[in-house]
Structures are given as structure tokens and as C-alpha cells.
């Protein structure tokens, strides 16, 4: 993989983080365990995740996430959690897979990886107050399975193709700034609607 390539799987890597780190970490850890992922030299300290015990924290966590984030409020409260967890464990996972030796790489690595992943996650949960918001109880299995295919999906192509990834992911990140956007609009909506007088 060239400069470019790495840039783009660790930007690609770290958006998905944001919004479903377990499963992002699982995924990639299995891949790396039973070679499929054929790791460049360069990415030999992401093999860390290929360890039994991660595994099996990250599929714990990719479970109890799967669940919770089906269930209306329960996803905001779990989002609310993991406002630190997931960039966090974005901007690692970023400076795991550029591990360059520059210092000036692996800081900005790590600070856009961790954006990445804290914009992501920012449009999620803003995503998801405005599905919370809705009467029906099935929006919210439905926008979290859509969100658990797109993480797999974008996964696969960011391992299959870095470069195309990246594109996706800079067309998603634009969508999260919007969903955070209209989110908060919606919220001084209804906040300002509860300050009306009675009539």
C-alpha cells in the first residue's frame, strides 16, 4: 500500500469507528487472524487485534451494541457513552494502521482519526434524536440495521479498496455534519415551540 492508500484506509477505518467501533475492531481482528487480510510490513501493529482477548471483548461489545442500539433511548444513552470511546478508538485505530515513523505523521493521524470518528458519531446521535423523536417504534430498527450493513459493507471496501472508501467515507462525513445540523435545528425547534405561552 502507498501513502495514499494508507491515508484512505485509516480515514475510512476511523469514520466507521464512529459508528460502530466493536464491530469494526471484531471484524478486522478475525480478518487479521485467519489471513484475510494479508497485512503489509507497515501494518504489522494492527496485529494486536488478531488477539484472542480483543476479539472477545470487541464481539461483546459488537453484541451488547447491536442490541442497544435497536431500542429507542437506549441508543441515546449508549451514543451518549461511547462520545468518548468511539473517536478515541478511532484516532488509534488511524494511528495503528499509519504507524509511520515521523512523529508529524502520527500525530495527525491520530487527530484525524479521532475527527473522523467523533464526526461520525456526532451525526449518528444526532440522527438518532431526531429518529427517537418519531411516534412508531420501528424507524430506529430499521436506521440501526441500515447503519450495521453500511459499516460492514464500507469495511469490506475500505480492506478491498482504500481509495473508493475514502470517497464514500468523505460523502458520509458531509452527511453527518448535515445530520448534526438538522438535529440541532430540530431540537431549538421544539425547545423553542415548549417556551410558547399557553392560549
Known amino acids: 500500500m502507498d501513502a495514499v492508500e494508507l491515508i484512505a484506509l485509516a480515514s475510512s477505518v476511523s469514520l466507521l469507528a464512529g459508528w460502530r467501533l466493536y464491530l469494526v475492531t471484531f471484524v478486522t481482528g478475525l480478518a487479521m487472524k485467519f489471513g484475510w487480510i494479508d497485512l ?20 461483546a461489545g459488537a453484541l451488547a451494541e447491536f442490541f442497544a442500539d435497536k431500542i429507542a433511548w437506549v441508543d441515546s444513552a449508549w451514543d451518549a457513552v461511547h462520545s468518548v470511546v468511539r473517536p478515541l478508538g478511532g484516532a488509534l485505530l488511524s494511528l495503528a494502521i499509519v504507524d509511520a515513523g515521523d512523529p508529524a505523521w502520527q500525530i495527525g493521524s491520530f487527530l484525524l482519526g479521532g475527527g473522523a470518528a467523533f464526526v461520525a458519531h456526532a451525526g449518528k446521535a444526532g440522527a438518532r434524536a431526531m429518529v427517537n423523536a418519531s411516534p412508531e417504534p420501528f424507524s430506529n430498527i430499521v436506521v440501526s440495521t441500515a447503519e450495521d450493513v453500511a459499516t460492514g459493507g464500507l469495511l469490506a471496501l475500505a480492506i478491498a479498496n482504500p481509495i473508493a472508501a475514502a470517497l464514500i467515507a468523505l460523502i458520509l462525513v458531509i452527511a453527518s455534519l448535515w445530520l448534526v445540523l438538522s438535529a440541532r435545528r430540530m431540537m431549538k425547534r421544539v425547545l423553542d415551540y415548549g417556551k410558547r405561552p399557553a392560549t
Open 40 to 59: 503489509p510490513e507497515r501494518l504489522a501493529a494492527l496485529d494486536v487485534l488478531a488477539n484472542n482477548w480483543l476479539i472477545g471483548i470487541a464481539a
